[in-house]
């Protein structure tokens, strides 16, 4: 597992506290997206359809160190949009750093050389820069040519400045497992700390439905690499749970709760990927007016197919807590990749609350 050890500490330690107090919901990672704005249009991601006076908003650095007291979760990860984009975002990275968080910064790249000065080297920091595969599949991924080298160079510069770095790594359909893995061996050759891979999802304003893969289709990819993998010495940056969990062999239920996000609409129900379930004010609110238990897989047409890592690690690693002996197993086999999958479960209602839903096409 691609994280360092004093970060494995806290957030243990974290954990138990969280166990200790018998804490039943609590957020692990902060989902801070402080402006929509991007230098990319990717058709994966609606966020740049949204009008120009959204666009341009920003929180501020008050807002987003507000956001991160309220939630104390122990890992900040700043989503966007594209937050290098923000004049600001040094000071809240450097309030957030002394809050003694740990930071993973995520960006496309694009600007990270001239912005890289604005940024000291922290155990606290980690720029996890998106290369979703190989040349030519990340530069189709981003509608843009030329975006794969340009994050490569990034990648080694802030290596060589002495700076955590992640590669962040979303699957669409049509991936091979042997296409995934020569990409997994490429970018652990780079020598980034670790590198996180999940199915994408379909964001609900995203321009591209289509190349959204299946969850059977996801689990079936995954085992492909997970087989290639027996041997590699990658350094996949999720709990061995998830992994599992990615290869078809764990039936868990979504912890949204465990990402909480904030944005420039407020703290955004249930989670980063539903942008249209409404917002409010504070943490707590959130926590306490969401009906968590109307999400999730079989609860609800909009959360099929959905195995992401904002949504499944955090059970991931509460399932580790419950069953450190099951983890360590998993950590020391590794997924497995052959034998029936669990049955994970589908909607098959017709009605939320007694309220009639309309499945939007665009999130199959």
Not at 289 to 294: A, F, G, H, L, V
Request: proline share 6%.
């Amino acid at each position: 597992m691609g994280v360092p050890l004093r970060q494995q500490i806290a957030v243990g330690t974290y954990l138990m506290k969280q166990k200790f107090k018998g804490v039943d919901k609590y957020p692990l990672v902060l989902m801070l997206e402080p402006l929509f704005r991007c230098n990319l249009a990717c058709s994966g991601c609606g966020k740049i359809a949204y009008p120009d006076d959204i666009l341009n908003k920003r929180l501020s650095v008050e807002e987003c160190l507000q956001a991160v007291d309220e939630c104390g979760a122990p890992m900040v990860s700043i989503p966007g949009g594209e937050p290098l984009i923000h004049k600001e975002m040094p000071e809240i990275v450097a309030g957030i750093i002394e809050r003694k968080k740990f930071i993973y910064l995520c960006t496309n790249a694009l600007l990270l050389k001239k912005k890289i000065d604005d940024y000291t080297p922290s155990p606290y920091l980690t720029f996890s820069i998106h290369l979703d595969g190989n040349q030519l599949r990340h530069d189709t991924s981003v509608c843009q040519e030329g975006v794969f080298d340009i994050a490569v160079d990034a990648i080694k510069l802030a290596l060589d400045k002495g700076f955590r770095v992640t590669i962040n790594c979303t699957l669409f359909q049509g991936e091979t497992p042997q296409e995934v893995a020569e990409f997994l061996d490429y970018a652990t050759e780079l020598g980034v700390e670790g590198i996180t891979i999940a199915p994408g999802f379909s964001y609900e304003h995203a321009p591209d439905q289509d190349s959204f893969i299946s969850s059977h289709a996801a689990k079936e990819l995954f085992r492909g690499i997970f087989a290639i993998g027996k041997n590699k010495s990658w350094k996949l940056n999720h709990s061995s749970l998830y992994l599992d969990y990615l290869a078809g062999n764990q039936n868990y239920d979504c912890t949204p709760w465990g990402n909480p996000t904030r944005n420039v609409f407020g703290w955004q129900k249930p989670c980063y990927l539903l942008s249209d379930e409404g917002y409010v004010d504070s943490f707590q609110e959130m926590m306490d007016s969401t009906p968590w238990d109307k999400y999730g897989a079989g609860k609800n047409p909009k959360c099929e197919g959905c195995m992401a890592h904002c949504g499944y690690e955090a059970t991931a690693v509460s399932d580790t807590l419950a069953h450190p002996l099951k983890a360590l197993g998993a950590a020391i086999r590794g997924p497995k990749v052959d034998g029936p999958m669990v049955e994970a479960p589908s909607y098959k209602g017709s009605s939320l609350s007694g309220i009639p839903v309309t499945v939007d096409s665009r999130s199959a």
